[in-house]
């Protein structure tokens, strides 16, 4: 609780009134005890009922005299939370946060109380991260809820939740989550930099807080780890990252990122590891696939058919025999075609999108081929591509690589293979030059650290995981001290 300021220009009533514009769901309740007068402000909409007729109104009515006074409403009203502002903008900002203004009008004194009534929706199941093992709970709009999840499961004193106010004319809470003796004060202090400069009207979600975050404003590619997930959360912060949760976003972020990480799933340390080591090399197959065989098929059509084999070639001829466009114009169409139905899937309520897309997509598929637009071929290639974009755990890093496959498919179009080579190395430099929150983008291959290859490529046995990634810089290098110790009892002995 704050020591009372001296400042005597408290806002009454008709102050606060008239800069809320004569709102409707202001209301002002006067009460007079023993000759003494309150005003008690609060915005009808926002508060709980039952807690202000309570604890505050039926609270002062039964004060004697003597003890209604500024002095003692601030050290004994029954509310948690009790604050002592007299600037109006910070008055205005907590009447319309769920907070009651209670100004005494002979002392020209006020306090404020929080009795807040948010809208809250129940914890449930994280929608853009399925998982078939591990905890299915999700975070939530409530920044206390989102705390609480955290508290819960990581139950350590070092864990350190900074409070921050950011946004100018919308002020928003948000904390930043980290473990003081494991994460580097390097990245911490980036960071918060990064927060200060950040002046803006409003932040309207987590996602637009990690774009103002980034280093590169101008890539395609995510530089924050967004999650819903707070296992996944736990497990990044515990290895030397920082969090960001921000009041009314049920997404948390993740930094310093870097490429590979996008490809981790929480479930791979869930399952065994020759099992996660498969399916992480299946999403960077499928990944890469998706990213360049349309291209390949441009290029290889266009300018090198005579690496397709006879047999394939009198297959693809006789499937391209009615189609009036070139490879790249007939490649374009389809991925733009593909891109439309998945829009329009994310957009159709969700009882009748995935129907509508699969139904959609059958026939839009076979009539485009019976009208001669596209070839059998096409369809099949364009389907895998779709498929391997949404293998990336996180569904920003499948955007990104959708969205680049299109430069590619018109290098293809128009240099062939060649065209491929050159759109590589471009993208491969472009990763080499970006950064994560001053970290390098392409690590551990840039700059590479052997050590570090079994955290983002590879699943080893949990044993192998003494020590937490170098990448991350942490303060406390060992995770766990793994000990083998030989049984006592040998089997012969049962």
Not at 31 to 58: D, H, P, R, S, W
């Amino acid at each position: 609780m704050a020591n009372t300021p001296n400042n005597n220009n408290c806002p009454n009533y008709n102050r606060i009134k008239y800069i809320l514009n004569q709102s409707p769901d202001l209301l002002c309740r006067t009460i007079e005890v023993a000759g003494i007068c309150l005003e008690v402000v609060f915005m009808k909409n926002l508060i709980k009922n039952a807690t202000v007729n309570e604890y505050v109104i039926k609270f002062i009515q039964q004060l004697p005299k003597k003890d209604i006074t500024h002095s003692y409403l601030m050290k004994n009203i029954p509310i948690d939370e009790v604050k002592i502002d007299f600037k109006e903008q910070e008055v205005i900002s907590s009447l319309l946060n769920g907070f009651v203004y209670i100004y005494l009008l002979k002392e020209n004194k006020a306090l404020l109380v929080n009795c807040a009534n948010p809208i809250e929706r129940s914890i449930e199941k994280a929608e853009t991260e399925s998982l078939v093992y591990g905890p299915k709970i999700s975070f939530t709009e409530s920044l206390s809820s989102n705390i609480k999840i955290i508290r819960q499961n990581l139950n350590n004193s070092n864990l350190c939740t900074d409070e921050l106010e950011i946004g100018e004319r919308v002020k928003k809470k948000l904390r930043i989550i980290y473990i003081k003796d494991i994460t580097d004060e390097d990245i911490l202090k980036t960071l918060k930099q990064k927060l200060e400069t950040i002046t803006t009207d409003d932040i309207i979600d987590s996602s637009v807080l990690a774009q103002c975050l980034e280093d590169n404003h101008y890539s395609f590619f995510p530089q924050f780890i967004m999650t819903e997930l707070p296992d996944r959360f736990l497990y990044s912060i515990l290895n030397g990252r920082v969090g960001i949760l921000l009041d009314r976003s049920p997404v948390a972020i993740i930094g310093p990122a870097n490429f590979f990480s996008f490809f981790e799933s929480t479930e791979d340390i869930y399952l065994r590891w020759p099992l996660s080591t498969f399916i992480r090399f299946i999403r960077f197959l499928a990944m890469a696939g998706s990213l360049l065989f349309t291209a390949f098929y441009v290029a290889i059509l266009t300018y090198h058919f005579e690496l397709i084999p006879s047999k394939l070639l009198i297959v693809i001829g006789q499937s391209r025999s009615q189609v009036p466009f070139p490879p790249l114009l007939e490649a374009i169409l389809m991925e733009l075609l593909i891109e439309l139905l998945r829009e329009a899937g994310a957009r159709l309520p969700s009882k009748v999108g995935q129907t509508m897309g699969i139904v959609g997509g059958i026939v839009i598929g076979q009539a485009t081929v019976e009208a001669g637009l596209t070839s059998n071929i096409l369809i099949i290639i364009v389907a895998f591509s779709a498929l391997g974009a949404f293998s990336a755990p996180i569904y920003e890093m499948g955007t990104a690589i959708r969205i680049t496959r299109f430069p590619f498919i018109i290098l293809a179009g128009v240099w062939g293979i060649n065209g491929i080579v050159i759109g590589v190395c471009v993208l491969v430099v472009h990763l080499l030059k970006l950064t994560s929150l001053n970290r390098p983008y392409l690590a551990p291959l840039y700059p590479f650290r052997i050590k570090d290859l079994k955290y983002f490529l590879i699943r080893l046995p949990h044993h192998f995981y003494r020590k937490r990634p170098v990448v991350n810089r942490p303060l406390n290098v060992f995770r766990i001290g793994w000990k083998f110790k030989k049984t006592e009892n040998d089997l012969d002995e049962f």
